[in-house]
């Protein structure tokens, strides 16, 4: 689980930093380097699907009594 956890994570701060090319400079990282056909769109999919599994790790941080 631990793995899936990171291969997550490091999917949605790639799609973060994509998006933050596109806030920034207007630069479409994935549209510049797969096009704007079936396999960017996956790639959106995919990070979308990550980044809902990381809400997941809300109720973990609310469950940790540490802080």
Do not use: H, P
Request: hydrophobic letters at 60%; charged letters at 5%.
């Amino acid at each position: 689980m631990k793995t899936l956890n990171y291969i997550a994570l490091c999917i949605t701060i790639i799609g973060a930093v994509n998006w933050g090319l596109i806030g920034l400079f207007d630069f479409n990282l994935v549209a510049f380097l797969f096009g704007t056909g079936w396999l960017a769109r996956i790639i959106y999919i995919v990070v979308g699907i990550c980044g809902l599994y990381l809400l997941s790790f809300f109720s973990m941080i609310s469950n940790d009594r540490s802080m």
